[in-house]
């Protein structure tokens, strides 16, 4: 028996990542960032439900996950890559036609060197400190990368999803300071960058967490339902415990009902106390903490004892699951998707 079932609604993901394309104007194209297996839904059957839906270009983390992606789409979809050219990543951006995006000035030299007519793009930093050459680099180097012919360069906003954010303001105006002027498509926008306007998306925009229905695309359609397995009902009485470190005390003559899923499932044990399962339409409330495997749930409430119950669905979603939690939506997504059987609907073949 897997620990659960993860419902994963391809037909959602075509709407969202639409929905979002119809907020971009038609000379702005709409990539797709796939990175992290999709967000842990599963890259080959998200991808290709995306590549169905007309999306032509596709943004994962790194050069492997780019490979792993051109086997499961074919030739035609352009690939990118943010980690950029790594150490050892020659071999497989070449194999999987896959393009850099260079992120630094040691990466510019390496693929300059070692790949000069392989395809890249370039990442500049206009305020996040994370990736990408900052202003006094991209100075020094850009007529030189510029004559190389890059096909695309991007930089990323650190506060998209905080539409009120200074930053939003002063992250675009650098992005222009750098590039206005420039022969190169140029992508600012993932999808907090996306719904902040016309003026965030210049020629791409490429989203990912929108697309998998997770805030700041407040009207997503919801992509992912879990239901997990009931393994055992029990009664349990006034002066014993639940759980490690018996940290619930039972009260009341009680029904409890040990569910398959635990934190090895990306159920956090942060999660407990607080969170509440669905059986049916009645929610039930975790009781005690949290196991690798396992939780326990307090069912005195209910007619008779379930089968299953559900974690996320259209109602619970993954973001108000991941504020239980103390976390977001896309650390939520990306660590569900390990151990439970994946069940697609609108799947591609
Ligand atoms: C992950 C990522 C994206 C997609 O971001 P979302 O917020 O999920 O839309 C876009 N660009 C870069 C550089 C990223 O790292």
């Not at 022969?183 to 907090?192: C, N």
């Not at 992912?224 to 349990?236: K, Q």
């Amino acid at each position: 028996m897997p620990t659960g079932v993860l419902h994963i609604d391809l037909e959602a993901v075509a709407l969202n990542w639409r929905a979002l394309d119809l907020m971009t104007s038609s000379i702005c194209e709409t990539a797709a960032t796939v990175k992290a297996d999709a967000y842990g839904l599963g890259v080959t059957q998200v991808a290709a439900r995306l590549f169905a839906e007309g999306c032509r270009a596709f943004f994962v983390a790194t050069a492997d996950e780019g490979l792993e992606l051109r086997r499961a789409l074919g030739p035609e979809p352009r690939i990118y890559a943010y980690y950029g050219h790594m150490p050892g990543d020659t071999v497989t951006l070449q194999r999987g036609d896959v393009v850099p995006m260079v992120c630094s000035l040691a990466q510019l030299e390496r693929h300059l060197e070692t790949l000069p007519r392989h395809p890249f793009g370039l990442q500049l930093d206009v305020g996040m400190n994370r990736l990408g050459l900052k202003f006094d680099e991209w100075a020094a180097v850009a007529e030189l990368a510029l004559r190389a012919r890059p096909v695309l360069v991007a930089s990323h906003l650190s506060s998209a999803d905080e539409p009120d954010a200074p930053e939003n303001a002063a992250q675009l105006a650098a992005f222009h300071e750098m590039t206005d002027g420039i022969d190169v498509p140029r992508s600012l926008a993932a999808t907090g960058g996306t719904l902040l306007g016309p003026e965030y998306h210049f020629d791409m925009v490429r989203p990912g967490i929108g697309i998998y229905g997770g805030l700041p695309f407040a009207k997503a359609d919801p992509v992912v339902e879990l239901a997990l397995p009931v393994v055992t009902c029990f009664d349990a009485a006034p002066g014993e415990t639940v759980g490690y470190n018996a940290t619930w005390a039972v009260r009341a003559p009680t029904r409890l009902a040990t569910v398959a899923g635990g934190y090895a499932d990306g159920l956090h044990r942060a999660l407990a106390p607080g969170v509440e399962v669905m059986a049916g339409p009645v929610p039930c409330p975790v009781v005690g903490r949290v196991s690798m495997d396992l939780m326990t749930i307090d069912i005195s409430h209910l007619d008779r004892d379930p089968e299953t119950v559900r974690l996320l669905d259209a109602h619970h979603g993954i973001d108000a699951l991941a504020a239980h939690a103390g976390t977001i939506g896309y650390e939520m997504l990306t660590r569900l998707g390990r151990r439970y059987r994946r069940q697609y609907r609108g799947t591609v073949s």
